[in-house]
Nanobody, 115 residues
Framework: QVQLVESGGGLVQTGGSLKLSCAASGNTSTINVIAWFRQAPGKKRELVAS???????GYVNSVKGRFTISRDNAKNTVYLQMNSLKPGDTAVYYC?????????WGQGTQVTVSS
């Protein structure tokens, strides 16, 4: 079992920054990839960024150059640094951990960007 707890969401103005954290616990050695997804009201959940066990990262085109995903292995924590935020980034952000057998999800953290 893996447990994920997100934090760091909030309300920010356009152009501002936020840093989300995803703290993993449990059988973390089974995690291959940790990713951030987001879901805006009325829209499908979309993949925002991911980081593999080997440190390879990937981003959706809409956040490239603005968001950075990173990890602190000692703390079993993955971060999402979000800069130059836009109203279109408003969503609930979810942390996802992919293992060989199943995916795990956090409870989500709300990010609201005001214009």
């Amino acid at each position: 079992q893996v447990q994920l707890v997100e934090s760091g969401g909030g309300l920010v103005q356009t152009g501002g920054s936020l840093k989300l954290s995803c703290a993993a616990s449990g059988n973390t050695s089974t995690i291959n990839v940790i990713a951030w997804f987001r879901q805006a009201p009325g829209k499908k959940r979309e993949l925002v960024a991911s980081i593999s066990k080997g440190g390879n990262t990937g981003y959706v085109n809409s956040v490239k150059g603005r968001f950075t995903i990173s990890r602190d292995n000692a703390k079993n924590t993955v971060y999402l640094q979000m800069n130059s935020l836009k109203p279109g980034d408003t969503a609930v952000y979810y942390c996802n951990a992919e293992t060989l057998w199943r995916d795990y999800w956090g409870q989500g953290t709300q990010v609201t960007v005001s214009s």
